[in-house]
């Protein structure tokens, strides 16, 4: 099954780096426009994360499809950092001990990598088992959620590697129980563009 992780456009949020996590922020206007420059892959079925910014880039880049909408694969809750800066938070002690750990440890109020991890390959897990090994499918979603997956399915392990840009992300093959053959995709990848 060939499967593309796509990231959502460019919000607000994103342009102040602001960690937006579980924030239901829509696209900006510069977002959207840049979206509208992509040709998005073809696909048998669209996935999306429920939140605002995922559901417009999937309306976006597949309007003749109805998205399944699928909760767990939303981005991380960053409990008390959601909405600020690192310049706003570089001298919060719990946001240093959260840095230090690469995330292993929970932000006040918020989901450690650990629990992202399991609902996102969870979720992940459930709906390829619906696929045959011939369908393309497309998940709209997060930036943490392609890292996370990336990390936890396909056998290098890393997370940080694998960073997408707004509008961009992955073409992968999912074997029953890795993800392979990973290409970037998207307008500053190899992807196809209009």
């Given amino acids: 099954m060939t499967v593309y992780l796509i990231r959502h456009g460019q919000t607000q949020g994103n342009l102040e780096r602001r960690y937006i996590g579980s924030s239901d922020q829509p696209l900006c206007p510069r977002g ?3 979206l509208l420059a992509v040709r998005p892959p073809e696909a048998d079925k669209v996935y999306a994360s429920p939140l605002r910014r995922c559901r417009e880039t999937a309306a976006l880049f597949y309007p003749g499809a109805e998205p399944e909408i699928v909760p767990d694969l939303r981005e991380t809750d960053f409990g008390a950092f959601e909405g600020h800066t690192y310049e706003e938070l570089k001298d919060d002690p719990a946001y ?3 840095l230090d750990s690469a995330g292993e440890v929970p932000p006040p ?6 629990a992202v991890r399991d609902r996102v390959v969870r979720a992940f897990l459930s709906l390829a088992s619906r696929h045959g090994a011939e369908e ?3 998940l709209v ?4 959620t392609i890292m996370t997956l990336l990390e936890a399915l396909e056998p290098s392990g890393q997370f940080y590697a694998w ?5 961009g992300g992955y073409q992968c093959r999912w074997t029953g129980d890795r993800l392979t053959d990973v290409a970037q995709w998207g307008p500053d ?3 196809r563009t209009k």
């Fill in 96 to 98: 240093q001990a959260w």
């Fill in 189 to 191: 990848g190899k992807g």
């Fill in 141 to 144: 979603v997060h930036g943490g």
């Fill in 109 to 114: 109020g918020g989901e450690g990598r650990a």
């Fill in 163 to 167: 960073q997408a840009s707004n509008g």
């Fill in 32 to 34: 959207r426009e840049a």
């Fill in 136 to 138: 393309r499918i497309a």
